[in-house]
């Protein structure tokens, strides 16, 4: 089982060298992440965005952007889109969000025409590497699904058990997130972590356990889960988070970089290409982990063929 970004790397040596299309890549942490992936054989890339900008931006951190093309497109917009179409014309395998806003970025993922989208529920996922559990954990969503109903987090639990099967994590365990661990009708995270608990009893779920409503404590903890008498095979040792709604899952995951100083990796999982989607804050560790992941998954997805967003109703 995989439980560090640094396994990742090792892993995808001998992977083909993927082409990554960063959409506004103006950013130094962006610039500096994507040229280390080119010094570590990891990934090449082109950055669509402000010409200026980049080369301004390389030369005051000191980076070297040799054998890394630059498309001059000034407004970040119309960069994506240009950006995006470098990956829906094979010319790049891989989508990564530089320096733009995640909803103008996402939009360009969606477009019928230029984007990536498939039949399947889009998701996003941080996978954050959590040394002090010794393992990988996976949230969802924290940056794409505001609101999603009982229907769509039964998908993106489908697809987030698929991930985590990409990373080793044979029979990923799954917490269904809510502010308590009981079923409290006044709370509806808790009534909808009951109910996909029964879809996974009725084995409507392939390849995962899921389990719920849990908090966070229990859910991660072992000893807070014993502590509160809670059972079950999810119980404090989840693999996969699935929070109630965005708000929830962008704090949680960014509580866990800014607070605690950890490393994680966005990704967005069930488009035609693996997509990279950080925050704009993030450090350059993250988002060169984030590259990682995504070649990881780029390679093992069409080795191990597996089947994403299939949910028995």
């Given amino acids: 089982m995989i439980t560090q970004?640094?396994?990742?790397?090792?892993?995808?040596?001998?992977?083909?060298?993927?082409?990554?299309?960063?959409?506004?890549?103006?950013?130094?942490?962006?610039?500096?992440?994507?040229?280390?992936?080119?010094?570590?054989?990891?990934?090449?890339?082109v950055l669509v965005g402000d010409g200026a900008t980049i080369q301004a931006t390389a030369e005051e951190a000191g980076l070297n952007l040799d054998n890394i093309e630059v498309i001059d497109v000034s407004d970040p917009v119309k960069?994506?889109?240009?950006?995006?179409?470098?990956?829906?014309?094979?010319?790049?395998?891989?989508?990564?969000?530089?320096?733009?806003?995640?909803?103008?970025?996402?939009?360009?993922?969606?477009?019928?025409?230029?984007?990536?989208?498939?039949?399947?529920?889009?998701?996003?996922?941080?996978?954050?590497?959590?040394?002090?559990?010794?393992?990988?954990?996976?949230?969802?969503?924290?940056?794409?699904?505001?609101?999603?109903?009982?229907?769509?987090?039964?998908?993106?639990?489908?697809?987030?058990?698929?991930?985590?099967?990409i990373f080793d994590v044979e029979r990923p365990l799954v917490a269904v997130l809510s502010a308590i661990e009981v079923v409290n009708p006044k709370i509806p995270s808790s009534l909808e972590g009951a109910i996909l608990a029964k879809m996974s009893?009725?084995?409507?779920?392939?390849?995962?356990?899921?389990?719920?409503?849990?908090?966070?404590?229990?859910?991660?903890?072992?000893?807070?889960?014993?502590?509160?008498?809670?059972?079950?095979?999810?119980?404090?040792?989840?693999?996969?988070?699935v929070v109630p709604n965005i708000t929830t899952g962008n704090a949680l995951a960014k509580s866990f970089a800014h607070i605690s100083g950890g490393v994680s990796a966005g990704l967005v999982f069930g488009a035609r290409v693996p997509v990279v989607l950080p925050s704009r804050a993030d450090t350059q560790e993250c988002k060169l982990a984030g590259i990682a992941c995504a070649v990881y998954v780029a390679g093992a997805n069409a080795e191990k063929r597996v089947k994403i967003g299939k949910v028995h109703f």
């Fill in 79 to 165: 960069a994506a889109y240009r950006a995006v179409e470098e990956v829906s014309a094979g010319r790049a395998g891989i989508y990564m969000k530089g320096y733009i806003h995640s909803d103008d970025f996402l939009r360009t993922v969606l477009d019928k025409e230029r984007g990536l989208r498939t039949e399947n529920i889009l998701n996003h996922v941080f996978i954050l590497e959590a040394r002090m559990l010794g393992r990988l954990v996976f949230i969802t969503d924290g940056a794409m699904n505001i609101e999603p109903d009982l229907e769509a987090k039964a998908r993106i639990i489908s697809n987030t058990i698929a991930l985590a099967r």
């Fill in 201 to 241: 009893d009725r084995g409507q779920f392939h390849g995962g356990v899921v389990d719920g409503p849990f908090a966070l404590d229990n859910a991660i903890n072992p000893d807070a889960a014993r502590y509160k008498k809670i059972g079950g095979e999810v119980a404090g040792k989840a693999d996969v988070i």
């Fill in 5 to 45: 970004f640094d396994q990742v790397k090792q892993k995808i040596r001998d992977y083909p060298v993927q082409r990554i299309a960063v959409a506004s890549g103006t950013d130094v942490a962006t610039l500096e992440a994507v040229c280390q992936a080119r010094d570590q054989n990891i990934a090449e890339s």
